[in-house]
């Protein structure tokens, strides 16, 4: 790379007509699960395919840790590149308390995580965890703790949030009837919907890690109404010059929320682009895709069509608002390869 006008065109030089084009270095993939996929190397080719060149891992492991300190993990000499991978996801599992969110947290630090990923902690372990990461250095990343208010994490320092919440989390503090649904969150979960014929436990797992959507319980729906119907672009505006100022950054992930709020579209199903996918991959969204109609009422496909304008809408008043943003797919979850 030169000025232009001071290489001269010769035998095996490669001439590349530039004009009305435009260069750049490459687009990065900040939330990916490639590791955790079987063939992480045919993932990496895609994305390099595509122009990414470098990637966060979002969902790491003592395993994973190691190997990437022994140079021994199933990366390709010309892919993108691992920017950054935390440890274990933290969860109720191995943070169920303040005490053993703490010792997660200096754990990871140990086996040299370069960022806490968090998706399902409750209040007083997430933020003694959130605590111990700031104290240690590590940043703070994954899904907002749903009861507590998006202020308040931001002004104890998590660092981002990933999926616009994820569910009603962050566009919750754009309602103005804000604490009466986070009463409704915190409230003993209702009971599990029957399991409709033909469908089995197994099924509904399926649903819940490939499109979680389609095994929300009624709840989650009627919350989207809620927040949809009481939503304020004033409070939200407000809002987000206040995580603006604590530096918070977002990662809307929104070919994943799309994927998921509108798991039916011919668009994805037929998309030509889907024959760089695995045939297993294929098949389960193809699945996913007939069962689509079964579980998505009318009713909550209005819902959905109206959450999905939402957050839309929200996306762009961050990046108007100048908050931080990170483009990600969240590719390779549970066997997902977001190739849109």
């Not at 190997?67 to 691992?82: A, I, N, Q, V, W």
């Not at 703490?102 to 960022?115: I, L, N, P, S």
Request: charged letters at 25%.
């Amino acid at each position: 790379i030169a000025r232009a006008g001071s290489i001269k065109a010769g035998t095996g030089t490669k001439v590349v007509d530039a004009s009305g084009k435009y260069l750049v270095p490459g687009y990065l993939d900040m939330h990916v699960h490639s590791l955790n996929s079987p063939d992480p190397t045919a993932s990496f080719e895609v994305m390099l395919a595509s122009g990414i060149t470098g990637v966060r891992q979002m969902s790491g492991s003592p395993e994973l840790l190691q190997k990437r300190r022994d140079g021994t993990l199933k990366l390709t000499s010309d892919g993108p590149e691992l920017l950054a991978m935390p440890g274990t996801v933290l969860t109720g599992a191995n943070a169920g308390t303040p005490e053993a969110a703490v010792a997660e947290v200096d754990r990871q630090k140990q086996e040299g995580a370069d960022f806490i990923k968090v998706i399902d902690v409750k209040p007083d372990p997430f933020f003694a965890a959130l605590a111990e990461a700031k104290k240690v250095g590590l940043a703070f990343d994954g899904h907002l703790q749903p009861t507590s208010a998006i202020e308040k994490a931001a002004d104890e320092g998590m660092t981002a949030i990933e999926h616009l919440g994820p569910g009603v989390s962050v566009l919750d503090a754009c309602s103005t009837d804000e604490n009466a649904i986070r009463k409704a969150i915190a409230a003993p979960p209702p009971k599990a919907p029957p399991i409709g014929d033909g469908t089995t436990l197994a099924d509904r797992a399926l649903r819940a890690t490939t499109n979680p959507t389609m095994a929300s319980d009624p709840l989650a729906f009627d919350l989207m109404k809620r927040v949809v119907a009481t939503y304020s672009d004033a409070k939200c505006r407000t809002l987000i010059q206040r995580i603006k100022k604590d530096g918070m950054w977002m990662t809307p992930t929104l070919i994943r929320l799309k994927t998921m709020e509108f798991g039916d579209d011919p668009a994805f199903r037929h998309d030509p682009n889907l024959r760089y996918a695995p045939a297993k991959s294929r098949a389960r969204w193809e699945e996913m895709a007939q069962q689509f109609p079964t579980v998505i009422t009318p009713d909550r496909r209005a819902t959905l069509k109206k959450f999905w304008a939402l957050q839309l809408r929200l996306t762009k008043l961050l990046d108007d608002g100048g908050v931080p943003m990170m483009t990600g797919t969240d590719a390779g979850d549970a066997g997902q390869w977001e190739i849109s």
